[in-house]
């Protein structure tokens, strides 16, 4: 078994390569245009080969691991290993990091390869593409409601200014008739300007909700777990999305977790408190 280190970067990754003696049988920098990461993939999977071993490799998480883990993969590595970096130190070099990340890999290698923790150490769960996917979309749900709350407190702060909240048609905001208004009544140049922009904006937001809350209720109806959560009274669609992964991807974790109802019930337990603080 061979023990690949890499300390990863957007232009290169720095690598260290160990065999089952714990000596450094490699350590470079590859660079991660395509040609090169490439064509260093596949010495190692030469090299592998000839020796007829496999290898394993530990990356630590940063915002742009999916690509490498990926490429790891379609290289038959046997195991990749995701970490939290710890804490940042005084002489820090990144041929450093890679060597300590190989050796951290060779020293621990039992516990790894047997799936066991190891002390003092942060493994990462490396979820599916669909789990990453449905994550980033609860994601730009979430970003796309504070963007909208953003625009109608901008809104409503232009009224204040006029005085003009009392001439609102509507108790609630937005809806059609408000806007509606909001596009005729009159106001200096500039606020008038900047009461366009707002509304062209929050017509964009809410177009963005609609198409990402029809996809949230379509993957939501693809998925057993989140069929399970809906039958608790009061979690949407968006709700379920958003609490799957907490709560556990495989069926049967994820059943047992709900027919227990501790953590789930925990989890709806803080939402409602956190629903009612913003309530006063």
């Known amino acids: 078994m061979l023990f690949l280190g890499i300390d990863q970067h957007a232009r290169q990754l720095t690598v260290s390569l160990r065999d089952q003696q714990g000596d450094v049988l490699l350590a470079r920098q590859v660079s991660t245009q395509p040609e090169k990461v490439l064509e260093f993939f596949d010495q190692l999977t030469r090299r592998c080969a000839q020796s007829e071993e496999q290898f394993i490799a530990v990356v630590e998480v940063c915002g742009f691991n999916d690509w490498l883990i990926r490429m790891l993969r379609d290289y038959r590595c046997h195991k990749v290993i995701l970490i939290q970096p710890e804490e940042r130190k005084r002489c820090k070099t990144d041929r450093r990091d890679a060597a300590a990340l190989s050796e951290l890999l060779w020293v621990n290698r039992d516990r790894f390869l047997e799936g066991k923790p190891v002390r003092g150490l942060r493994q990462v769960t490396i979820c599916s593409t669909t789990e990453q996917e449905n994550r980033k979309l609860s994601t730009l749900r979430k970003e796309a409601g504070q963007t909208q709350t953003q625009l109608v407190n901008k ?34 140049q500039i606020d008038r ?24 209720a379509q993957r939501g109806r693809d998925n057993p777990n989140a069929q399970l959560l809906k039958t608790m009274p009061g979690i949407g ?44």
């Open 155 to 188: 809104i409503k702060h232009i009224l204040r200014r006029h005085n003009l909240q009392w001439e609102l048609p509507t108790k609630t905001f937005p809806t059609v008739k408000a806007i509606t208004w909001l596009r005729e009544i009159a106001l200096p």
């Open 193 to 216: 300007l900047e009461m366009n922009f707002l509304l062209a904006g929050l017509q964009q937001i809410q177009e963005r909700l609609l198409e990402l809350e029809k996809l949230i």
């Open 237 to 280: 669609a968006f709700t379920r999305r958003g609490h799957l992964p907490p709560v556990g991807d495989e069926p049967e974790e994820f059943e047992t977790l709900c027919l227990d109802g501790i953590e789930v019930k925990s989890f709806v337990d803080g939402l409602v408190r956190s629903f009612e603080r913003k309530a006063g």
